[in-house]
């Protein structure tokens, strides 16, 4: 049997192949692969530093996936490469470099010496001839690294790839299942009231902690200004929560084209503002997505993480499903609002009404077109000791005090067959007193010019019955009156006379006889003078019966 001698070298990069892919297999978290990847890769390749960078497909960028042996300030630096650089790894190729800190061609020479970078190797991370990220290694002294190093660091970079892919894969299958049973719990929350502020509540409250996630907020656009307004939040202080309006970030313009938006450094990112605010709360990654109600968009739900996170597919789904849920109970709690807030508006207008029917002095009672009784005032049930259980639904003639035996047929018939209002006056004897009632009947119109209510009214008016005829009678007290002034003042210069001209010839009468007959006619005359005066001094009269059904008049 032959013996296969290889090289130490070809051994060395063996040993490392296998470390690396034993770790890798270790793992099931997309990020504790990378960071691992990064934290032991330099040792055990004899560099000084790592940067595992994923691409983002909603905006074609690589963003800082994992990296160790480097600072903050280059890391955060615009751009990663030159774009004929990227262009070569895009293809698939590694890309190899020296003197980074002094390339005059190399746009981050100066963050480069800063750094002490001198060399870096870029590579391509794919899986399944697709790339999805760049693995640089970086050293801190000049090194041209050789093919064989390269070669071997592709294979690494490709085990990466699945390893990364896989973990993605395992994480998402495990997520959906998860999510899955906490969709169903969160919907049955959230549809379980139809008070919107729980409904709001219960959402950031919740998806947070399902996901893992630092915070989340949402905001709702408002019908009367169709602007976003912050309605819910968790997980931020009011500082950050009053930084200011969101409404003009371009992640919230694509948002509310209904797509989703993740965002892996907010703080450098130009899709979001306030990147001071965002730094000094400590929000690393932002995952935006719309909040619909069918096919309109009412609103934004914001999830928010303290690490830089990039967000899977399953979570983006996960996400967006439950604001779609959340979309439809919120819809249906300011659907719930608003009929209740009609409710309370009719009530109080009913009670309005109700109150200013209550106040009028006339009877009134309002029927539909069977005659049944929709409404009756206060004063009717108390003139006719009713309660309102009584009288609401039940028949007119069942319920109704007033009879006019003069009416042919029923004014509320006549009303529903078409008739305008009608007014008359009933007279009735109550308790042997005469009352006068005075009823009015109008009809309701719907739309189409049919009678869909009667209102039917009836005041007491006896009080004003009565003023009449007095006046009626002092008016015919007056006329009798100035009868009997004139007549008394036409009476009084011939009987003046006459009586003067009896004094005289009473001097000149010797017989007996006559002066008794002309003594009955002065006093006759006397008599007839003082009923004269008392006729022109007369205020009033009164009747008196007297005999064969005759009348007679007594002065006052």
């Not at 032991?40 to 996936?65: H, Q």
């Not at 390339?103 to 800063?114: G, K, V």
């Not at 309660?387 to 069942?398: C, D, F, K, Q």
């Not at 006759?524 to 008196?544: H, R, S």
Request: glycine fraction near 4%; charged fraction near 25%.
């Amino acid at each position: 049997m032959k013996t296969v001698t290889v090289p130490s070298t070809e051994q060395e990069y063996l040993k490392i192949f296998q470390k690396v892919t034993k770790l890798i297999s270790m793992v099931l978290d997309p990020q504790q692969v990378m960071d691992m990847v990064v934290h032991r890769l330099p040792g055990l390749l004899d560099v000084d530093a790592a940067t595992i960078r994923l691409l983002d497909s909603s905006t074609n960028t690589f963003v800082l996936g994992a990296a160790h042996g480097l600072s903050d300030e280059y890391l955060s630096r615009g751009s990663i490469d030159t774009e004929e650089s990227m262009e070569m790894i895009m293809s698939g190729n590694p890309v190899a470099k020296t003197a980074l800190d002094t390339d005059p061609h190399y746009q981050h020479s100066a963050e480069a010496a800063r750094e002490s970078i001198k060399s870096v190797l870029a590579l391509p991370i794919t899986f399944q001839g697709h790339i999805i990220g760049i693995m640089r290694l970086l050293t801190r002294s000049t090194r041209v690294f050789t093919a064989m190093e390269i070669s071997f660091s592709m294979a690494l970079a490709e085990q990466i790839g699945v390893a990364v892919s896989n973990a993605r894969l395992f994480t998402e299958m495990e997520n959906q299942v998860d999510f899955l049973q906490e969709v169903k719990e969160i919907s049955r929350l959230v549809n379980s009231t139809l008070n919107l502020n729980e409904i709001l509540q219960t959402i950031v409250d919740k998806l947070p902690k399902v996901m893992g996630m630092k915070a989340c907020t949402i905001r709702l656009l408002q019908p009367e200004t169709n602007q976003l307004e912050l309605v819910a939040a968790t997980g931020l202080s009011d500082e950050y929560l009053k930084r200011g309006q969101v409404k003009r970030e371009n992640s919230i313009f694509d948002v509310l084209k209904g797509e989703p938006v993740a965002i892996y450094d907010a703080s450098n990112d130009a899709r979001v503002r306030y990147h001071d605010s965002m730094e000094k709360e400590g929000i690393k990654s932002i995952l935006a997505v719309p909040i619909k109600n069918g096919p309109e968009i009412i609103g934004v739900l914001r999830l928010l993480t303290a690490e830089h996170h990039c967000f899977s597919s399953s979570e983006v789904n996960f996400a967006a499903t439950l604001a779609e849920e959340g979309g439809n109970a919120i819809q249906n709690a300011r659907t719930y609002q608003k009929i209740t807030l009609l409710f309370n508006q009719i009530e109080a207008n009913e009670r309005f009404l109700q109150n200013i029917i209550d106040s009028l002095w006339a009877q009134l009672i309002v029927l539909d077109t069977r005659k049944h009784v929709v409404m009756a005032n206060r004063r009717f049930l108390e003139e006719n000791a009713f309660s309102e259980e009584e009288v609401l639904g039940r028949p007119y003639n069942l319920i109704s005090p007033w009879d006019n035996p003069e009416e042919s047929m029923c004014p509320v018939d006549l009303i529903l067959s078409g008739g305008e209002k009608t007014t008359s006056t009933i007279h009735k004897v109550k308790e042997g007193n005469d009352q006068w009632l005075e009823q009015s009947i109008y009809p309701i119109l719907d739309d189409k010019g049919k009678v869909e209510f009667v209102i039917f009214t009836v005041r007491d008016i006896t009080t004003q019955q009565l003023l009449e005829q007095e006046k009626m009678e002092r008016m015919k007290l007056k006329g009798i009156l100035e009868i009997a002034g004139t007549v008394a003042h036409e009476l009084n210069s011939p009987l003046f006379a006459a009586l003067g001209t009896a004094q005289l010839m009473r001097d000149d009468i010797q017989s007996e006889a006559l002066l008794e007959d002309l003594d009955m006619i002065i006093r006759n005359m006397k008599q007839m003078a003082e009923l004269t005066k008392k006729m022109i001094t007369m205020t009033g009269f009164e009747t008196k019966d007297y005999v064969d059904n005759a009348k007679i008049v007594e002065f006052k």
